[in-house]
């Protein structure tokens, strides 16, 4: 049925109000995850409004994954804000008593979230990041290039085992102990010897590539120290292609509501896609029983919301 384009919107805005309890309670579990995966992109609001004082003139699109109890948990937000202050803001929900979180992102310091004193995260970097500024010059240095991407080749070999074996966060810990740091600490000796035995020019593009390992070595290394460490933020990196193909879709929002809207829906869309459920079926769901998403929303969060239904189909004790 063709639908003019106001109308098209003014449903959609509508179910949001009906589907924001969904939303605002993945953000409070999102916040009690045990690693949380950030990143943004750019993007563009025609109408936007900024406080005078605000100094920025950026638009960004915030992507985080959050991970638990193996659930993941998609969440967008629009705006001039990074996704290190988008982060710091879902956190301010994590319950006291839980301890600190793992945060995976790249190097970027837009990324880190600044938080209240006596709240921490352990930062991990993304060695994806690392690695494909190896990737980019090996045209220029095959030799060295290939050896580096050999040895992460390695690392990332043993990640795959431990995960096709099923093994848990700290056997997956110790595999790693056991084969990947022999290996990262022959690289690191390497990396070192490149600059400090002048093999290669610091300002060559090799030379920035290693200098970036070796900077951000800790971060790059936490999962052989911590249990539950990711190697890489590609999860989060892929949630932000739904909002880039969005972006190239339709080249805007017009306005700031209307890409809060968006979020929403890509929030709880992507979610499911995360959990393996279809979408569809679970946004008419939700407006089906907007009566009770709303006193009960943890109820219907997309890996429970089945057996939600499966309980309120059943006939009441009484009547038995």
């Known amino acids: 049925i063709p639908l003019p384009a106001a109308t098209q919107w003014e449903i959609v805005e509508e179910a949001a109000q009906v589907l924001k309890p969904a939303r605002d309670e993945l953000i409070r579990q999102s916040a009690q995850g045990s690693v949380v995966h950030n990143d943004d992109t750019s993007m563009r609001v025609l109408m936007l409004k900024r406080d005078p004082s605000d100094e920025r003139t950026g638009v960004f699109t915030s992507g985080i994954v959050s991970v638990d109890q193996g659930w993941k948990i998609a969440l967008y937000f629009t705006g001039g804000r990074h996704a290190g202050e988008n982060l710091a803001e879902v956190l301010k929900q994590r319950s006291a008593e839980l301890p600190s979180p793992i945060q995976m992102c790249d190097a970027l310091s837009h990324n880190v979230p600044k938080l209240p004193a006596g709240v921490e995260i352990l930062l991990a970097n993304c060695l994806a990041h690392g690695r494909r500024q190896f990737v980019e010059v090996a045209e220029n240095f095959p030799n060295e290039c290939r050896y580096v991407l050999e040895m992460l080749g390695q690392v990332y070999g043993h990640d795959t085992e431990a995960r096709e074996r099923g093994l848990t966060s700290d056997e997956r810990l110790r595999l790693h102990q056991e084969r990947s740091r022999p290996v990262m600490d022959k690289l690191h000796a390497w990396l070192e010897a490149q600059l400090a035995e002048r093999r290669t020019e610091p300002n060559s593009g090799l030379g920035q590539a290693i200098s970036y390992l070796l900077r951000h070595w800790q971060p790059l290394t936490l999962f052989l120290r911590k249990a539950g460490a990711p190697l890489d933020n590609n999860i989060a990196e892929r949630a932000l292609k739904r909002a880039i193909l969005h972006r ?56 429970n919301y089945r057996e939600t239904l499966a309980r309120s189909a059943l006939p009441d004790s009484a009547e038995l």
């Not at 992507?270 to 769901?285: A, I, K, M, P, W």
């Open 248 to 303: 190239k879709n339709s080249l805007f929002y017009r306005t700031l509501n209307g890409a809060q809207v968006g979020d929403l829906f890509m929030s709880l869309i992507h979610t499911c896609q995360l959990c393996g459920v279809n979408s569809f079926d679970y946004l008419v769901e939700l407006q089906r029983h907007a009566r009770e998403l709303t006193s009960r929303p943890a109820e219907w969060m997309p890996w």
